[in-house]
Structures are given as C-alpha cells and as structure tokens.
C-alpha cells in the first residue's frame, strides 16, 4: 500500500514487516523525547547551580564581539585577564576560537554582559542529550541508558565544568558536545564528511581532541580485529577520504588564525603568554615526560581534603582522581579489547593522553580531572559495551554513587568549601 492510508513507509501496516517498522518508528521517536528529556533537565539543573554573577574569565565572550566587529583580536585588556598575548598594541586570545564562534550569536543578541556560563549550561544540555543518543546505539536497556546518560551528566567532572562555564571549563563543554556528534555519526557510519567537520570543530576547542580521529576513521568504515582489509574497498577509502577532507578544514582554519595572529600556523600562542613560562610548573616548558608523576597522582591518587570542622571532607582545587569522583569508571576495566569498538576507542584514548599527562599544568583550578573530558565520549562508548552484558546493582549503585560525590562536590564548592 505504498503511500495509502494504514502504511508504514509504503509497507502494509497489518504486514509482520510493517509492524516491525512502525514499532521502530516509535521507539526512534521515544528515544529522542529521552533525549530531548535528559538535555532539558541538564541544561536546568547546570543554570539552577551555577553562579547568579557574571563570569569575569570571559575571554570567549569578548572574542565573540571582536569576531563581530571583523577583529580577531581585542583592544584592551582588563587586569584580571592574565593571559592575554599583547603585539603591537591589541591583545590576542590564545585559545582555539570555537567556543567565541559558538557565543557569537548570544553576543549579538545580548551584548557582551552574557553571562558565559548560561550558554555553558544550554551546551552542556545538549551534550547529554546527544549522549543519550549515542547510548542508543549499542544495546542496552532502557533503564540503562538513561542512568549512563545522568552519569554522564551529574557523575563527572562535566557536572561542574558546564555549570561553571569560564573561559577553559567552556572550551571543554564546546569540544565534548561536538565529538559526541561525531560518535553518533561515526557509530551509524553515516555521512564522514560531516564527521570529519564536527570532530574538527571540537579540535578548535580543544587541540588534544585531534588525536582520537582513529576511532572515528575505524566507525566509519567498520574496521574491526583483526584487522582486515573492507570488503568494500572503494567505500571504505571514499569514508576516509571524507573524513579527512572534513577534519582538515577546521585545521586549515585553525592554520589560518594563527598565521594572521602569530605569523606561523604552528604558532598556538600558549609560549607567548606573559609569563606563563615562569610558572613553577612549566620548568621543563609547557610539555614534558618529566610532568607524567603529577599527571598520575592526580588521576589515580588524589583525594578530598580533609579536615576537623564542617562538611569534614571537601573539594580540593588540584583536583580529585577519577575513581573518586566517577567510580562508575572503575568498570571500564571489564571491557572487552576483542570488541572492536573498544579497541579503537583505547586507542584513541592511549593516543590523546600523551599530550593531556606530558602537560605542566593537571588542570587546576577544577574539580576531578577536568582534562578527562577530551576522552569522556569515548570513555562512556567503552562504557556502554561493558554494560551490554547487563548493568549489576553494584553498578548501579556505583552510578549513585558518581552522581552523589560530583552534585557534593558543585555544592562544596558553591558554598565555598574548597581549597588547594
């Protein structure tokens, strides 16, 4: 009955196959109420916890108002912006541009008194949302996805970052609602190009992201362990081509910038930070092997302050190991390297963590491990193959548990009870 009453996409609604594609139907279209759902109640509860004043460290903002006024550069730099790069009488952001592109359109609507953290939180939203999404492709439960999905939201360091929004929480929020897209994309091996561009755009909000581009490649073109050679050769080279042609803009872009701020596309504008390679921790330069330690202290090791006088035990600005603050992440041990979406998820991971633990900084000012984030999509894929094979109440009760460590730690630190 192609195109009658009673059909489901030209198939006989009474027909086994027209069932079965009208049961699809619907639970597509409930799967995107969750997620829009999930996106809704994230987006309030970040706007709900986060701070009533206005974001002093709002360099994305006044970028946004430069790019609207065909600057790339600012014209004065308030004292409490330490890290702007002066030459030639105006002060350059050294940061990748993405978030002051994503804000250019709030900036034109509400002028630069916008409160970054409010489009911090509304990005953030959608992130869970898409995240949602991308949980829906592997197969779990209902029950299952929705509980990742607030882990994800109100468990890690997300939680806090999103919902504070300043200038370096807001780079990490812009990058991990892009490269969630690509999943998406990646893992229904649609579009590559596409692909491509989204994972650049989270490039040029954080450049370490660069190198989970691996994963995305072995999505689209179904690669899987051990490696073999696609059936389809011609499609899985046209993928990659794709892929690469769509990543590739982004970093032409990103060239580009730098040639026109610095006079070399390889000029990033971090060294040129006033100072910055005086800091105690940036004796051996901005990377180092020797900085590895500190890296693995703080990701493993480091804990809650502790003291005698109340709440007892909070936040400390170094951060908080990841165990500590998501100890849902503990079940990532149980995943399988046979199961090719973990493997090149691993990898990616493997790969982006060589410039996130040789770099002098761990992060701080943060709560957890806030550099985490350029891997929290890909950690949760890994995530959601392990929970394939059914989600124990221990589980469960480590997805409380993540959630109730990382909502007491935004309340600590709103209420002031955070120190280094």
Same mark, same amino acid.
């Given at each position: 009955?192609?195109?009658?009453?009673?059909?489901?996409?030209?198939?006989?609604?009474?027909?086994?196959?027209?069932? *079965?594609?009208?049961?699809?139907?619907?639970?597509?279209?409930?799967?995107?109420?969750?997620?829009?759902?999930?996106?809704?109640?994230?987006?309030?509860?970040?706007?709900?916890?986060?701070?009533?004043?206005?974001? %002093?460290?709002?360099?994305?903002?006044?970028?946004?108002?430069?790019?609207? %006024?065909?600057?790339?550069?600012?014209?004065?730099?308030?004292?409490?912006?330490?890290?702007?790069?002066?030459?030639?009488?105006?002060?350059?952001?050294?940061?990748?541009?993405?978030?002051?592109? !994503?804000?250019?359109?709030?900036?034109?609507?509400?002028?630069?008194?916008?409160?970054?953290?409010?489009? /911090? *939180?509304?990005?953030?939203?959608?992130?869970?949302?898409?995240?949602?999404?991308?949980?829906?492709?592997?197969?779990?439960?209902?029950?299952?996805?929705?509980?990742? #999905?607030?882990?994800? #939201?109100?468990?890690?360091?997300?939680?806090?970052?999103?919902?504070?929004?300043?200038?370096?929480?807001? /780079?990490?929020?812009?990058?991990? !609602?892009?490269?969630?897209?690509?999943?998406?994309?990646?893992?229904?091996?649609?579009?590559?190009?596409?692909?491509?561009?989204?994972?650049?755009?989270?490039?040029?909000?954080?450049?370490?992201?660069?190198?989970?581009?691996?994963?995305?490649?072995?999505?689209?073109?179904?690669?899987?362990?051990?490696?073999? !050679?696609?059936?389809?050769?011609?499609?899985?080279?046209?993928? $990659?081509?794709?892929?690469?042609?769509?990543?590739?803009?982004?970093?032409?872009?990103?060239?580009?910038? %730098?040639?026109?701020?610095?006079?070399?596309?390889?000029?990033?504008?971090?060294?040129?930070?006033?100072?910055?390679?005086?800091?105690?921790?940036?004796?051996?330069?901005?990377?180092?092997?020797?900085?590895?330690?500190?890296?693995?202290?703080?990701?493993?090791?480091?804990?809650?302050?502790?003291?005698?006088?109340?709440?007892?035990?909070?936040?400390?600005?170094?951060?908080? *190991?990841?165990?500590?603050?998501?100890?849902?992440?503990?079940?990532?041990?149980?995943?399988?390297?046979?199961?090719?979406?973990?493997?090149?998820?691993?990898?990616?991971?493997?790969?982006?963590?060589?410039?996130?633990?040789?770099?002098? %900084?761990?992060?701080?000012?943060?709560?957890?491990?806030?550099?985490?984030?350029?891997?929290?999509?890909?950690?949760?894929?890994?995530?959601?193959?392990?929970?394939?094979?059914?989600?124990?109440?221990?589980?469960?009760?480590?997805?409380?548990?993540? $959630?109730?460590?990382?909502?007491?730690?935004?309340?600590?630190?709103?209420?002031?009870?955070?120190?280094?």
């Amino acid at each position: 009955m192609a195109g009658g009453t009673g059909s489901v996409r030209g198939v006989a609604a009474g027909t086994p196959l027209g069932r *079965a594609l009208g049961a699809a139907r619907a639970r597509i279209g409930r799967d995107v109420l969750i997620a829009v759902a999930l996106g809704i109640l994230a987006t309030a509860v970040y706007l709900f916890t986060s701070s009533r004043d206005r974001e %002093n460290l709002d360099y994305f903002v006044r970028l946004a108002d430069a790019f609207l %006024n065909g600057r790339i550069h600012l014209t004065e730099a308030p004292s409490w912006l330490t890290e702007l790069i002066p030459r030639d009488g105006v002060w350059y952001v050294p940061y990748p541009p993405m978030p002051a592109v !994503m804000l250019v359109p709030f900036v034109l609507l509400l002028g630069t008194d916008l409160h970054q953290q409010v489009a /911090s *939180a509304l990005f953030g939203g959608v992130a869970v949302g898409l995240t949602y999404l991308v949980l829906c492709r592997f197969a779990l439960a209902e029950r299952v996805r929705v509980i990742l #999905a607030l882990v994800f #939201a109100f468990g890690t360091c997300f939680f806090y970052t999103a919902e504070t929004g300043n200038t370096w929480y807001l /780079s990490h929020v812009v990058a991990v !609602m892009f490269a969630t897209t690509a999943v998406l994309l990646a893992l229904q091996r649609r579009w590559p190009l596409l692909v491509g561009l989204l994972l650049g755009f989270a490039v040029l909000s954080r450049l370490p992201v660069v190198l989970t581009a691996p994963f995305y490649a072995a999505m689209l073109v179904g690669l899987g362990w051990p490696v073999r !050679m696609p059936a389809d050769r011609r499609g899985a080279a046209r993928s $990659i081509l794709l892929f690469g042609a769509g990543l590739a803009v982004p970093l032409v872009v990103l060239a580009a910038y %730098n040639v026109a701020r610095f006079g070399s596309p390889l000029e990033l504008g971090y060294a040129l930070i006033p100072g910055v390679l005086d800091e105690p921790y940036y004796q051996e330069g901005i990377f180092s092997i020797s900085y590895i330690p500190r890296h693995v202290y703080a990701i493993f090791f480091r804990s809650w302050n502790w003291s005698d006088s109340f709440p007892w035990v909070t936040p400390s600005w170094w951060g908080l *190991a990841i165990l500590l603050t998501t100890p849902l992440y503990l079940w990532l041990l149980k995943a399988r390297l046979q199961d090719p979406r973990v493997l090149y998820a691993a990898i990616a991971v493997g790969l982006t963590l060589i410039p996130l633990v040789t770099h002098g %900084n761990v992060g701080f000012t943060q709560f957890g491990y806030r550099f985490s984030l350029d891997l929290q999509p890909l950690l949760f894929v890994i995530l959601a193959t392990v929970f394939e094979r059914g989600m124990s109440r221990l589980a469960a009760a480590a997805a409380a548990l993540s $959630i109730l460590f990382s909502t007491y730690g935004v309340w600590a630190i709103g209420a002031g009870y955070v120190a280094f």
